[in-house]
């Protein structure tokens, strides 16, 4: 266990120094941060040169780089070069609404898309089963920039419904602003949590389907309907668990690109998460945030994997004894 764990920890290192690499080459290689701080009107080329300066930004990118890992072990991701504000607690103050909307997202897609998947898996070839796999086929194809707009049209602009964007009135809870914890919050995320939430439900509704048929079809299935237990004691005692483990295995992964590609959804909702940050900082060149955000970002995707890794051993006995 012991050798597991370390194993572990050192490939996440590793993938999160290889991510920390990327990011920076890639941010770093497109336009100068300095034309969007000095006026371009009036600067002269020593200003232009003493903000370059003051930045670092003279210095060689690998040089750059070992001094970001360098601030980075220190606890420090720099300062914002738009807001002022230290990089990672600016990204911080971001997470709650990404937070949130991505907790909301996947408590409606987790147990929707497993009791569909159940449901067709369990009636195989009828209506029901073909109307949920053609349903999912095409949740799955709309892009979610177009699944974005189309709700704020049917659900804000012609029903009046739902407000079209923005966050409602929040709440403090354990240091943070939660907006779900009050009508109008919870009223204005309803539409971007169901932007992320349908194309999951589909997602999760397949595999489930695939995984009861699989199941459907076995020995210890056919030998529990021999002993006469119901249909829904077989259904939920036996032929859930045993497709259990990849369902919790897509859910997480989907919740973490909640957190990490909630991008479009965000953008097209206004709402200040993560994601909009994100881009918002590269449009701006903010460079620190840019490298906060794709930080937390892959720790957030390591940390995810892991507890899914973890997760297993009381899903699955069988792992318990492998290991």
């Avoid at 086929?137 to 659900?155: D, E, H, K, Q, T």
């Avoid at 210890?220 to 295995?249: D, E, W, Y």
């Avoid at 909630?262 to 918002?280: C, Q, R, T, Y």
């Avoid at 903010?286 to 892991?306: C, E, G, K, Q």
Wanted: aromatic fraction near 10%; include cysteine; proline fraction near 5%.
């Amino acid at each position: 266990m012991v050798s597991t764990i370390i194993g572990r920890l050192s490939q996440a290192l590793l993938l999160l120094l290889v991510m920390s690499l990327i990011g920076f080459i890639g941010i770093h290689s497109v336009g100068n941060p300095v034309f969007n701080l000095v006026n371009i009107e009036s600067a002269t080329t020593d200003d232009i040169g003493r903000a370059t300066i003051a930045l670092g930004l003279d210095r060689p990118i690998w040089h750059q780089y070992f001094l970001f890992i360098g601030s980075v072990l220190s606890g420090n991701f720099g300062t914002s070069y738009i807001y002022h504000l230290p990089a990672f607690e600016l990204v911080m103050s971001k997470l709650p609404a990404t937070l949130e909307l991505a907790i909301v997202a996947m408590s409606i897609a987790a147990p929707t898309g497993v009791f569909l998947g159940l449901l067709a898996g369990r009636r195989k070839g009828t209506p029901i089963d073909r109307v949920i796999l053609h349903g999912s086929v095409f949740a799955l194809s709309i892009p979610s920039f177009w699944l974005s707009m189309m709700l704020i049209l049917f659900g804000a602009l012609l029903t009046g419904w739902f407000p079209s964007g923005g966050r409602g009135s929040a709440t403090a809870l354990f240091g943070a602003e939660w907006s779900f914890l009050t009508l109008d919050g919870l009223w204005k995320l309803t539409l971007p949590a169901l932007a992320l939430a349908l194309p999951n439900i589909a997602l999760i509704a397949r595999l489930t389907r695939s995984g009861t048929i699989e199941v459907e079809t076995q020995d210890f299935t056919r030998f529990c309907q021999a002993k006469g237990l119901s249909g829904r004691r077989i259904l939920f005692r036996h032929t859930l668990p045993n497709i259990s483990v990849p369902i919790v295995t897509i859910i997480g992964m989907q919740f973490g690109g909640m957190l990490a590609f909630a991008v479009v959804v965000e953008s097209i909702f206004n709402w200040p998460g993560v994601g909009k940050l994100l881009i918002d900082s590269i449009q701006l060149l903010d460079r620190p945030v840019v490298m906060a955000t794709l930080t937390f970002i892959s720790i957030a995707f390591v940390s995810l994997n892991a507890l899914v890794d973890l997760f297993y051993v009381v899903l699955d006995p069988r792992t318990r004894h492998s290991g």
